[in-house]
T-cell receptor, first 113, second 115 residues
């Protein structure tokens, strides 16, 4: 079956511009997560959505980062006024239930020039 | 703050040999996950360990969890070249029921299996 999909796969943007990254989770998965992976920081949790509960935003590095999940499915991660340190691979994952494996998408490689 | 440490960071081993990757973590948790990442690719789930003493095996890989020692191991038996990848452990600082898993990842172990 279809896995987690993300778009775009690559994004190059100029410093100061806003970007939107999209995640389409596995159908029926109630939990959706955003992580980012960079050489300097490794894999870091950003935010998760669980059903209709308020999202846990505790991993967002600054108020330039925000995310939403519409209709309990697709999620968009928005980075405003991008900075060079935002360059990383942004990974989305979903899981069917608590304490089950998280399935990761292919990621979006963001480069801020 | 939960800290997750893996060692070694890099492991070069010959085909046919056995080795173990260690994952130590700093706070109480009984949820630990192992992932594999190939270069330029995303993360592939290998094992989900949910209780003290849990042991799971898939092919040449076996993972175990000791929650009292806050330690998980990933044992590789008779390594083959196809196992070359980076392996991550990830810990869920489980607080209470009803919360989703917010994983803290280890630094990763880059495994290179040589012929």
């Amino acid at each position: 079956g279809a896995g987690v999909s993300q778009s775009p796969s690559n994004k190059v943007t100029e410093k100061g511009k806003d970007v939107e990254l999209r995640c389409d989770p596995i159908s029926g998965h109630t939990a959706l997560y955003w992580y980012r992976q960079s050489l300097g920081q490794g894999l870091e949790f950003l935010i998760y959505f669980q059903g209709n509960s308020a999202p846990d935003k505790s991993g967002l590095p600054s108020d330039r980062f925000s995310a939403e999940r519409t209709g309990g499915s697709v999620s968009t991660l928005t980075i405003q006024r991008t900075q060079q340190e935002d360059s990383a691979v942004y990974l989305c994952a979903s899981s069917a239930k608590l304490a089950s494996a998280q399935y990761f998408g292919p990621g979006t490689r963001l480069t801020v020039t | 703050e939960l800290k997750v440490e893996q060692n070694p960071l890099f492991l070069s081993m010959q085909e046919g040999k056995n080795y173990t990757i260690y994952c130590n973590y700093s706070t109480t948790s009984d949820r630990l996950y192992w992932y594999r990442q190939d270069p330029g690719k995303s993360l592939e789930s290998l094992f989900v360990l949910l209780s003290n003493g849990a042991v799971k095996q898939e092919g040449r890989l076996m993972a175990s969890l000791d929650t009292k020692a806050r330690l998980s191991t990933l044992h590789i038996t008779a390594a083959v070249h196809d196992l070359s990848a980076t392996y991550f452990c990830a810990v869920d600082p489980f607080i209470n029921t009803g919360t989703a898993s917010k994983l803290t990842f280890g630094t990763g172990t880059r495994l290179q299996v040589t012929l």
